[in-house]
C-alpha cells in the first residue's frame, strides 16, 4: 500500500492471511490486542523493526515488547526462573508483560535496544494470536499511534494518527481492557507500568508496601535499578491541555465524567473502574477531537486499576 491509503479489513480468515504477507515481506501491521490495538512486525527482522519506528515517527529507540503465541514460545527467546513461570502460568494469555533476561540473537537488538532483558507477553485477543500462529514469528508491537500521541482502543484511533502510514489495519471492534498491559521485571518482582492486572492481583500478599514502582516523577532509579526506559510522561498526550480531579467544566472545557459527576461524556456512570479502563482512551479521543479547547477529567479513584488510569491520566496531563 502507497503512502495514500491504509486498508481496514474486519478480523477475519482473509485478513490474517493478508496480515501475514506484509510481515512475511518486511512490513508492519495494526492489530488489536485486548489492550490497545499493536503495531505489529517481525521482532527477529531489524529492518521490519525499524520500519514501526519510522512508521510512529518515534524520535528515539525504546524497547519494544514482543508478542508470542504461548510460553514455550517465550521460554525460545528468553529465560523464565520459577518466579517468572508462576507470574506466567497465572496471567497469561492475558495483559501482562514480564521483562526477563533476553536469549542472545533471539530477537533484533532494535527491539530490546540494546538491553540483556526482553519484554515479552502472551495476549489473550484471537486477532492476535490468529496472526501469531499464521506468522510463526515472534511479533513486535508497540501500540498503533504516532509517537506521542493518545494509545489506540479502536480501528478508527489508529487511522486518526497513522492513515496513509501503514498498509493494513485488521478491525475488531473495540479491545476490552482498554489500558496497556501490566508490565512487571520478573527478577525484581517489581511493577515497572500500572495496567490492567493490578498490583493486588500480583501480589496479593505483600499488599500495596514493599514492591518498588517506578514513577516518572518521582527520584530517579539509581543506575542498574530496574526501569522501563519508554515510560516518558509524554506518551498519551491529547493535543490539548487537561485538568485533572475536576469536579465541573470550567469556559470552554470538555469534562469526562466519572460516577456521579456528569460530563461530557462519562467513563463510567456507576463508577465501575473497568468499565472506566475500557472507556478511557475512547474518551480521550473524542474530547481532543470536540470544540471545546480544553480537557477536564472527574477524580478516579486511586484504588485497585484506578491506580493504572489515574497513571495515563497524569500523563495525558503532563503538557
Ligand atoms: O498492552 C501493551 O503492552 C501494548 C500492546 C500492543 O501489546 N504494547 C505496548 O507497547 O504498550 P509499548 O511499546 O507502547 O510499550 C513498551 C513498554 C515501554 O514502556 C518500554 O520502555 C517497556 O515496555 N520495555 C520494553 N522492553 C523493556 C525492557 N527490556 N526492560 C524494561 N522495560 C521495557
Ligand atoms: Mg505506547
Not at 492471511?17 to 527482522?45: F, K, N, Q, S, W
Not at 538491553?115 to 507477553?121: E, I, S
Not at 521485571?185 to 501480589?203: K, N, S
Not at 456507576?270 to 475500557?278: D, K, P, T, V, W
Request: glycine letters at 8%; proline letters at 8%; charged letters at 20%.
Amino acid at each position: 500500500m502507497s503512502a495514500t491509503g491504509t486498508k481496514t479489513l474486519p478480523y477475519g480468515e482473509a485478513a490474517i492471511a493478508e496480515a501475514a504477507r506484509v510481515i512475511a515481506a518486511g512490513g508492519c501491521v495494526a492489530v488489536p490486542t485486548e489492550t490497545v490495538y499493536g503495531l505489529a512486525a517481525d521482532a527477529t527482522d531489524s529492518d521490519a523493526v525499524a520500519g514501526i519506528y519510522a512508521a510512529k515517527g518515534r524520535p528515539s529507540f525504546n524497547p519494544l515488547i514482543v508478542h508470542v503465541p504461548d510460553l514455550a514460545a517465550a521460554e525460545a527467546l528468553a529465560v523464565f526462573d520459577d518466579a517468572a513461570r508462576s507470574l506466567a502460568e497465572r496471567f497469561w494469555p492475558g495483559p501482562l508483560t514480564l521483562v526477563v533476561p533476553v536469549r542472545p540473537g533471539a530477537v533484533s537488538s532494535l527491539v530490546t535496544a540494546g538491553l540483556d532483558t526482553v519484554a515479552v507477553r502472551v495476549p489473550a485477543h484471537r486477532a492476535m494470536q490468529a496472526l501469531l500462529r499464521a506468522t510463526g514469528t515472534p511479533l513486535a508491537a508497540p501500540s498503533a499511534n504516532a509517537s506521542n500521541r493518545i494509545s489506540p482502543t479502536r480501528a478508527e484511533h489508529v487511522l486518526a494518527t497513522l492513515e496513509g502510514r501503514i498498509a493494513l489495519v485488521i478491525d475488531d471492534g473495540p479491545t476490552s481492557a482498554g489500558l496497556e498491559s501490566t508490565i512487571v521485571d520478573a527478577r525484581a518482582g517489581a511493577v515497572l507500568r500500572p495496567g490492567p492486572i493490578t498490583q493486588d492481583d500480583l501480589f496479593p500478599a505483600q499488599g500495596r508496601g514493599p514492591a518498588t514502582k517506578q514513577s516518572e516523577t518521582g527520584p530517579r532509579p539509581s543506575p542498574g535499578h530496574v526501569i522501563a526506559p519508554g515510560q516518558l510522561a509524554l506518551h498519551y498526550s491529547p493535543t490539548k491541555p487537561v485538568r485533572l480531579n475536576a469536579t465541573s467544566a470550567q469556559t470552554d472545557e470538555w469534562l469526562i465524567g466519572f460516577g456521579t459527576i456528569t460530563g461530557d461524556d462519562t467513563l463510567s456512570a456507576s463508577g465501575n473502574l473497568a468499565e472506566a479502563a475500557a472507556h478511557l482512551f475512547d474518551s480521550l479521543h473524542r474530547a481532543d477531537a470536540s470544540d471545546r479547547g480544553r480537557i477536564a477529567v472527574a477524580p478516579i479513584p486511586a484504588d485497585g486499576l484506578g491506580d493504572a488510569i489515574n497513571d495515563r491520566l497524569r500523563r495525558a496531563a503532563h503538557h
